[in-house]
């Protein structure tokens, strides 16, 4: 079957469609309360610095509970454990809610909520990455794989600008509007049935539940990917800074910041749909690096712009050079580690993902409270680009790989 007839197939698929939706919802949720909760620590504060402890808050529970989280998706139904996930979080935005109609909104407040929205995104992403390929078969995996990064963006540009649309109502309405779709999020992914039955379960011991570092750590080539996307989007990311530059350098309204928190998502979801129809075959290591780098250049271009008109087609470029280095990532994860793993390597997985944008995010706001936003963003782009040259002599079997490996390990 050719790629064009294959991508909406997959999409018409009963179980990957109710997969794809639950996670357009679920991310979508995400990215307005994060817009909300940025914007309104802002308005509170009027502080970069609080702005990256929000950011801090989320990184935290994924750092104590990233091990518990791999373990538990390996050990449990993994549709119960999204479903918790996303109905904790939707009552975490009713209480916001609630907060915030009464008056009693503070950061102490938000901090909270973030940690628990920490918490909770900490056992959904692994266990929802390590669901995946229990519904659909392993040559579908690949372009499956971009397809669900292509529902994560397609969220990325409607939650924020829908966030931003929502907070000029109020905090109260938009944290109300989060509250009832993780609700439905977890109805959809209460209907999913799977294709490929359990692994047998391995007994719980200390060993298991630290199985996944041991694995990745013997697997170069996703070691490599892994720690590259990582570090690059620790030092690349604008995303805590973007409440800075939407009111200070280019002097825009809540509705401006969602339209700049949605650009790269514009960008992720264009590349994500070319390489769900146009799946990358060759030379993937090499073009994992050249994104990265590409991302870094994209980065230092934003940081300087003061022209809202330059800086959303700088933002729209590095969502689609990111996208390309998750799709290679992922795609290595899930077709080189046995089901019976997937939870923990998935795990581990989503550690660096989230230190990647949560820590990232903590270090953009420390960096422009010491030196101004405009330098933290230049440095990061620029070290960005560093780090991809780096890693491509640190890891060459990563740079020299051609092609995916041809099946689920």
Same mark, same amino acid.
């Given at each position: ?10 999409l018409?698929?009963?179980g ?28 509170? @504060?009027?502080? !970069? +610095?609080?702005?990256?402890? #929000?950011?801090?808050? *989320?990184?935290?529970?994924? $750092? %104590? &509970? ?16 999204v479903?918790?996930?996303?109905m ?38 692994? @266990?929802?990455? !390590? +669901?995946?390929?229990?519904? #659909?078969s392993?040559? *579908?995996?690949?372009?499956? $794989? %971009? &397809? ?38 977890s ?7 799977i ?6 379960r ?31 989007v ?20 809540a ?16 590349m ?9 075959e060759?030379?993937v ?27 959303l087609p ?33 795990a ?56 995916f ?5």
């Open positions: 079957m050719s790629a064009v007839q294959d991508t909406p197939s997959l018409r698929h009963n990957f469609g109710l997969f794809w939706s639950a996670r357009v919802l679920s991310t979508g949720c995400f990215q307005i309360i994060s817009v909300v909760i940025g914007w309104q620590i802002y308005d509170l @504060t009027r502080s !970069a +610095l609080h702005l990256g402890l #929000v950011g801090l808050c *989320q990184f935290l529970p994924m $750092l %104590a &509970l990233t091990i518990p989280a791999g373990h538990i998706a390996d050990r449990f139904d993994r549709r119960t454990v479903r918790c996930c996303q904790v979080a939707g009552l975490t935005g009713a209480a916001l809610a609630f907060a915030s109609w009464q008056g009693m909104i503070s950061p102490t407040i938000i901090f909270a909520a973030a940690v628990v929205i920490g918490a909770c995104r900490t056992f959904e992403m692994p @266990t929802t990455a !390590a +669901l995946l390929p229990m519904i #659909v392993p040559p *579908q995996l690949p372009r499956a $794989l %971009a &397809l669900s990064a292509s529902a994560i963006q397609t969220a990325t540009i409607i939650g924020p600008a829908l966030g931003g649309l929502l907070y000029i109502i109020g905090p109260g309405p938009a944290y109300l509007f989060v509250a009832l779709f993780y609700g439905l999020a109805i959809l992914v209460s209907r999913l049935r294709l490929v039955p359990p692994a047998v391995e007994p719980a011991t200390l060993r298991s539940v630290f199985s996944g570092f041991s694995f990745i750590r013997s697997r170069p080539i996703i070691l490599g990917a892994i720690s590259l996307d990582m570090v690059a620790l030092l690349g990311g604008a995303t805590a800074l973007l409440p800075i530059y939407a009111r200070d350098i280019l002097h825009t309204n509705l401006g910041l969602g339209v700049l928190r949605a650009s790269p998502a514009l960008g992720a979801l264009s994500s749909l070319i390489l769900a129809r146009w799946p990358l060759r030379r290591g090499l073009k994992m690096f050249a994104a990265v780098a590409l991302f870094g250049l994209a980065t230092i271009v934003f940081g300087l712009s003061s022209w809202f008109a330059l800086s700088a933002l729209v470029v590095m969502g689609a050079a990111d996208v390309v280095s998750v799709v290679v990532r992922s795609t290595l994860v899930q077709l080189g580690t046995p089901d019976a793993m997937r939870g923990r390597v998935s581990v997985n989503a550690m660096f993902v989230g230190t990647s944008n949560q820590l990232g995010e903590f270090e953009s706001g420390l960096t422009a409270a010491l030196l101004g936003p405009v330098e933290a963003v230049v440095l990061g782009g620029l070290g960005t680009i560093l780090v991809a040259l780096a890693w491509s002599r640190l890891f060459k079997p990563l740079s020299d790989a051609d092609r490996p041809s099946r689920s390990a």
